[in-house]
């Protein structure tokens, strides 16, 4: 069954890192990219960035540049996603997704398989 | 606030149509960029509804179909049913901010 994997709940103070993990099971990895997109309480969803499953390059929205970190292990099939500086508005789902293609971001792209999401909360 | 405005909230009775509109602007959906349409749970993992306008995945009812023209995009749905009460939100590229961007969401009610 295909499906994303994702790591548990976490909690967090604020200026602390997160590190998520996803992991891709019932198909091969390399074949499509990994988009992360949040969930913040009573919001909409924001897209955070996507990484090439075949190469590592990544593409970050703007308001996360210089934040977030996103990478893969291809030997488990696990992409990451680490933000780090957290403020107490990160606090929020966070949700990883395959896209259509591994090596090349697509702007035409859609995300057709999600995880479950990871609560985050970031509180002193 | 997001490049794609949504309307907040609609409704509709069960057996009913309704639409749900997401509007862009030259940068993203009237550039030409493709919409997707995404149906979300609390506390599930949202579900690819349509993509490229108004395809469906395997296994969505043709009750939900999408169109775009302009700089706005549709989702509609015909004969509504109770288990249609959720959000659902647009996506699609803005070449300003160089990346994907998702509408604000609507809230779906089936009264």
């Known amino acids: 069954q295909v499906q994303l994997v994702q790591s548990g709940t976490e909690v967090k103070k604020p200026g602390a890192s997160m590190k998520v993990s996803c992991k891709a099971v019932?198909?091969?990895?390399?074949?499509?990219?990994i988009s992360w997109v949040r969930q913040a309480p009573g919001q909409g969803l924001e897209w955070m960035g996507w990484?090439?499953?075949?190469?590592?390059?990544?593409k970050y929205a703007l308001k996360f540049q210089g934040r977030v970190t996103m990478t893969t292990d291809t030997s488990t099939s696990t992409a990451y996603m680490e933000l780090r500086s957290l403020r107490s508005d990160d606090t929020a789902v966070y949700y990883c997704g395959r896209d259509q293609d591994g090596l090349w971001f697509g702007v035409s792209y859609y995300m057709d398989v999600w995880g479950k999401g990871t609560p985050v909360t970031v509180s002193s | 606030q997001s490049l794609l405005t949504q309307p907040p909230s609609v409704s509709g009775a069960p057996g009913q149509r309704i639409t749900i509109s997401c509007t862009g602007s030259?940068?993203?959906?009237?550039?030409?960029?493709?919409v997707h349409w995404y149906q979300h749970l609390p506390g599930t993992a949202p579900k690819l509804l349509i993509y490229v306008h108004n395809n469906r995945p395997s296994g969505v009812p043709d009750r939900f179909s999408g169109s775009k023209s302009g700089t706005s995009a549709s989702l509609a749905i015909t004969g509504l049913q109770p288990e249609d009460e959720a959000d659902y939100y647009c996506?699609?590229?803005?070449?300003?901010?160089?990346?994907?961007?998702f509408g604000g969401g609507t809230k779906l009610t089936v009264l």
């Open positions: 996506q699609s590229y803005d070449s300003s901010l160089s990346g994907w961007v």
């Open positions: 019932g198909y091969n990895f390399f074949t499509f990219g």
């Open positions: 030259s940068s993203n959906i009237g550039a030409d960029y493709d």
């Open positions: 990484i090439s499953t075949h190469n590592g390059n990544t």
